[in-house]
DNA sequence: ACTAACGGTTAGTTGATACTAACGAATGGG
DNA sequence: CCCATTCGTTAGTATCAACTAACCGTTAGT
Protein backbone atom coordinates (compact mmCIF):
# COMPACT_ATOMS: atom_id res chain seq x y z
CA UNK A 1 0.00 0.00 0.00
CA UNK A 2 1.28 3.31 -1.03
CA UNK A 3 2.59 5.53 1.67
CA UNK A 4 -0.02 8.71 1.26
CA UNK A 5 -3.05 6.12 0.53
CA UNK A 6 -1.93 4.60 4.32
CA UNK A 7 -1.76 7.70 6.25
CA UNK A 8 -5.61 8.72 4.85
CA UNK A 9 -6.26 5.96 7.09
CA UNK A 10 -4.49 6.62 10.45
CA UNK A 11 -5.02 9.87 12.60
CA UNK A 12 -1.71 10.67 12.00
CA UNK A 13 0.33 12.84 9.04
CA UNK A 14 1.55 11.65 5.82
CA UNK A 15 5.35 12.45 7.15
CA UNK A 16 4.63 10.32 9.87
CA UNK A 17 3.57 7.46 8.75
CA UNK A 18 6.71 7.90 6.19
CA UNK A 19 8.84 7.72 9.21
CA UNK A 20 7.30 5.11 11.15
CA UNK A 21 7.71 3.18 7.93
CA UNK A 22 11.42 3.98 7.71
CA UNK A 23 11.87 2.26 11.55
CA UNK A 24 10.03 -1.04 10.09
CA UNK A 25 11.85 -0.98 7.09
CA UNK A 26 15.53 -0.86 8.75
CA UNK A 27 13.72 -3.58 11.22
CA UNK A 28 12.57 -5.81 8.15
CA UNK A 29 9.13 -5.57 9.12
CA UNK A 30 8.34 -4.08 5.96
CA UNK A 31 9.37 -3.78 2.40
CA UNK A 32 9.31 -1.58 -0.03
CA UNK A 33 8.92 -1.26 -4.13
CA UNK A 34 8.93 2.09 -5.56
CA UNK A 35 6.31 2.78 -8.23
CA UNK A 36 7.04 5.80 -10.02
CA UNK A 37 6.44 8.60 -7.70
CA UNK A 38 4.93 5.86 -5.30
CA UNK A 39 6.19 3.86 -2.64
CA UNK A 40 4.53 0.70 -2.35
CA UNK A 41 4.82 -0.78 1.27
CA UNK A 42 4.32 -4.38 1.95
CA UNK A 43 3.98 -6.18 5.41
CA UNK A 44 6.79 -8.67 5.85
CA UNK A 45 4.95 -11.66 7.15
CA UNK A 46 7.80 -13.84 7.83
CA UNK A 47 9.52 -11.44 10.27
CA UNK A 48 6.05 -10.02 11.97
CA UNK A 49 5.35 -13.76 13.03
CA UNK A 50 9.21 -14.14 13.68
CA UNK A 51 8.56 -11.06 15.59
CA UNK A 52 5.47 -12.74 17.50
CA UNK A 53 7.33 -16.04 18.16
CA UNK A 54 10.26 -13.93 19.96
CA UNK A 55 7.59 -12.48 22.41
CA UNK A 56 6.52 -15.87 22.59
CA UNK A 57 9.52 -16.86 24.06
CA UNK A 58 10.26 -13.87 26.20
CA UNK A 59 7.03 -14.46 27.91
CA UNK A 60 7.91 -18.28 28.62
CA UNK A 61 10.86 -17.17 30.10
CA UNK A 62 9.72 -14.35 31.92
CA UNK A 63 7.29 -16.44 33.59
CA UNK A 64 8.73 -18.80 34.19
CA UNK A 65 11.92 -16.74 35.73
CA UNK A 66 8.90 -15.43 37.59
CA UNK A 67 7.89 -18.68 38.98
CA UNK A 68 11.71 -19.33 39.85
CA UNK A 69 11.85 -16.23 42.17
CA UNK A 70 8.64 -16.50 44.24
CA UNK A 71 9.81 -20.06 45.16
CA UNK A 72 6.19 -21.43 45.12
CA UNK A 73 5.24 -24.83 44.40
CA UNK A 74 4.67 -25.31 40.74
CA UNK A 75 0.73 -25.54 39.55
CA UNK A 76 -0.49 -28.02 37.52
CA UNK A 77 1.32 -27.33 34.51
CA UNK A 78 -1.07 -25.80 31.74
CA UNK A 79 -0.46 -26.15 28.02
CA UNK A 80 -1.20 -22.84 25.92
CA UNK A 81 -4.70 -23.33 24.33
CA UNK A 82 -3.82 -23.27 20.48
CA UNK A 83 -5.44 -20.28 18.48
CA UNK A 84 -7.21 -20.50 15.13
CA UNK A 85 -7.72 -18.16 13.17
CA UNK A 86 -11.36 -17.21 13.39
CA UNK A 87 -12.09 -16.43 9.92
CA UNK B 1 10.13 -10.08 48.43
CA UNK B 2 10.81 -7.01 49.73
CA UNK B 3 11.36 -4.24 48.07
CA UNK B 4 15.02 -3.20 49.23
CA UNK B 5 15.81 -6.72 48.51
CA UNK B 6 14.50 -6.90 44.80
CA UNK B 7 16.65 -3.56 44.56
CA UNK B 8 19.70 -5.47 45.13
CA UNK B 9 19.11 -7.70 42.61
CA UNK B 10 18.55 -4.88 40.05
CA UNK B 11 20.53 -2.21 38.11
CA UNK B 12 18.57 1.22 39.13
CA UNK B 13 17.82 2.36 42.58
CA UNK B 14 15.73 1.19 45.48
CA UNK B 15 13.85 4.31 44.69
CA UNK B 16 12.78 3.33 41.31
CA UNK B 17 12.18 -0.15 42.29
CA UNK B 18 9.52 1.38 44.30
CA UNK B 19 7.94 3.48 41.78
CA UNK B 20 8.00 0.96 39.42
CA UNK B 21 5.93 -1.20 42.09
CA UNK B 22 3.49 1.02 42.41
CA UNK B 23 2.50 1.33 39.65
CA UNK B 24 2.46 -2.62 39.10
CA UNK B 25 0.29 -2.50 41.68
CA UNK B 26 -2.27 -0.11 40.65
CA UNK B 27 -2.39 -2.00 37.09
CA UNK B 28 -3.15 -5.02 39.83
CA UNK B 29 0.05 -7.08 38.70
CA UNK B 30 1.23 -7.43 41.90
CA UNK B 31 0.32 -7.52 45.88
CA UNK B 32 1.82 -5.88 48.74
CA UNK B 33 1.59 -7.31 52.37
CA UNK B 34 3.21 -5.47 55.06
CA UNK B 35 5.43 -7.33 57.41
CA UNK B 36 6.98 -4.39 59.88
CA UNK B 37 8.51 -2.27 58.12
CA UNK B 38 9.00 -4.49 54.96
CA UNK B 39 6.49 -4.77 52.49
CA UNK B 40 6.48 -7.69 50.56
CA UNK B 41 5.40 -7.68 47.04
CA UNK B 42 3.93 -10.90 44.94
CA UNK B 43 3.41 -11.01 41.82
CA UNK B 44 -0.58 -11.31 41.07
CA UNK B 45 0.05 -14.45 38.71
CA UNK B 46 -3.40 -14.55 37.21
CA UNK B 47 -3.25 -11.21 36.15
CA UNK B 48 -0.03 -11.38 34.60
CA UNK B 49 -1.01 -14.51 32.64
CA UNK B 50 -4.64 -12.70 31.77
CA UNK B 51 -2.44 -9.57 30.12
CA UNK B 52 -0.43 -12.34 28.66
CA UNK B 53 -3.91 -13.36 27.04
CA UNK B 54 -5.04 -10.09 26.27
CA UNK B 55 -1.32 -9.48 24.15
CA UNK B 56 -2.01 -12.30 22.36
CA UNK B 57 -5.31 -11.99 21.84
CA UNK B 58 -4.07 -8.41 20.52
CA UNK B 59 -1.36 -10.39 18.26
CA UNK B 60 -3.96 -12.77 16.64
CA UNK B 61 -6.59 -9.48 15.90
CA UNK B 62 -3.35 -7.61 14.44
CA UNK B 63 -2.05 -10.54 12.49
CA UNK B 64 -5.50 -11.14 11.23
CA UNK B 65 -6.24 -7.54 10.23
CA UNK B 66 -2.57 -7.06 8.49
CA UNK B 67 -4.15 -10.29 5.81
CA UNK B 68 -7.43 -8.53 5.46
CA UNK B 69 -4.98 -5.19 4.38
CA UNK B 70 -2.90 -6.38 2.07
CA UNK B 71 -5.25 -8.38 0.35
CA UNK B 72 -3.80 -11.66 0.30
CA UNK B 73 -4.43 -14.92 -1.11
CA UNK B 74 -4.74 -16.51 2.90
CA UNK B 75 -1.84 -18.67 3.35
CA UNK B 76 -2.27 -22.00 4.27
CA UNK B 77 -2.96 -21.50 8.14
CA UNK B 78 -0.95 -22.28 11.01
CA UNK B 79 -2.24 -23.81 14.07
CA UNK B 80 0.42 -21.93 17.18
CA UNK B 81 2.72 -24.55 18.54
CA UNK B 82 2.20 -25.41 21.84
CA UNK B 83 4.58 -24.57 24.14
CA UNK B 84 5.58 -26.45 27.27
CA UNK B 85 7.27 -25.26 30.10
CA UNK B 86 10.45 -26.99 30.08
CA UNK B 87 11.08 -27.29 33.66
C1' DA C 1 10.26 23.27 -19.68
C1' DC C 2 6.49 23.40 -16.56
C1' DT C 3 3.45 21.33 -13.32
C1' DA C 4 1.44 18.17 -10.04
C1' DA C 5 1.88 14.32 -7.18
C1' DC C 6 4.52 11.62 -4.10
C1' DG C 7 7.28 10.81 -0.25
C1' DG C 8 11.91 11.08 2.34
C1' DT C 9 14.09 14.17 5.45
C1' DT C 10 14.85 17.84 8.81
C1' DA C 11 13.95 20.94 12.61
C1' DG C 12 11.31 21.89 16.32
C1' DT C 13 7.90 20.74 20.02
C1' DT C 14 5.52 17.96 23.42
C1' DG C 15 4.64 14.42 26.54
C1' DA C 16 5.88 10.09 28.63
C1' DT C 17 9.12 7.27 30.84
C1' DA C 18 12.88 6.14 33.79
C1' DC C 19 16.21 7.56 36.60
C1' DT C 20 18.55 9.69 41.11
C1' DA C 21 18.87 12.04 45.56
C1' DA C 22 16.62 13.57 49.42
C1' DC C 23 12.99 13.79 52.76
C1' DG C 24 10.07 11.98 56.11
C1' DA C 25 6.63 8.55 58.00
C1' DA C 26 6.22 3.94 59.95
C1' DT C 27 8.07 0.06 62.43
C1' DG C 28 10.53 -2.31 65.94
C1' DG C 29 14.48 -3.21 69.03
C1' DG C 30 17.25 -1.71 73.01
C1' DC D 1 12.76 7.78 74.24
C1' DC D 2 16.44 7.02 70.91
C1' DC D 3 18.07 4.81 67.00
C1' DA D 4 18.28 2.00 62.86
C1' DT D 5 15.86 0.11 59.12
C1' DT D 6 12.53 0.22 55.52
C1' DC D 7 10.15 2.31 51.91
C1' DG D 8 6.71 5.65 49.84
C1' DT D 9 6.92 10.10 47.89
C1' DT D 10 8.63 14.30 45.78
C1' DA D 11 11.43 17.22 42.91
C1' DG D 12 14.46 17.49 39.43
C1' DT D 13 16.88 15.67 35.27
C1' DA D 14 17.70 13.22 30.98
C1' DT D 15 16.27 10.57 27.20
C1' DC D 16 13.33 9.20 23.74
C1' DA D 17 9.16 8.43 21.07
C1' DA D 18 5.76 10.62 18.42
C1' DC D 19 4.05 14.35 16.40
C1' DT D 20 3.70 18.53 12.85
C1' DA D 21 5.13 21.76 9.29
C1' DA D 22 8.16 22.73 5.83
C1' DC D 23 11.54 21.74 2.38
C1' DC D 24 13.10 19.50 -1.58
C1' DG D 25 14.33 15.53 -4.69
C1' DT D 26 12.09 12.30 -7.86
C1' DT D 27 8.69 10.85 -11.14
C1' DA D 28 5.57 11.34 -14.83
C1' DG D 29 2.27 13.82 -17.71
C1' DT D 30 1.51 17.74 -20.83
Known sequence: M???ELATHLPVSRSAVSQHLKV???AGLV???AAG???IYHLNEAAVLALRDQLDTFWD???SGFQDLV???PEAKRKRKGHDRAR
Chains 1, 2 share one sequence.
Open 37 to 39: TRR
Open 71 to 73: ERP
Open 2 to 4: PVG
Open 24 to 26: LKE
Open 61 to 63: RAL
Open 31 to 33: AEQ
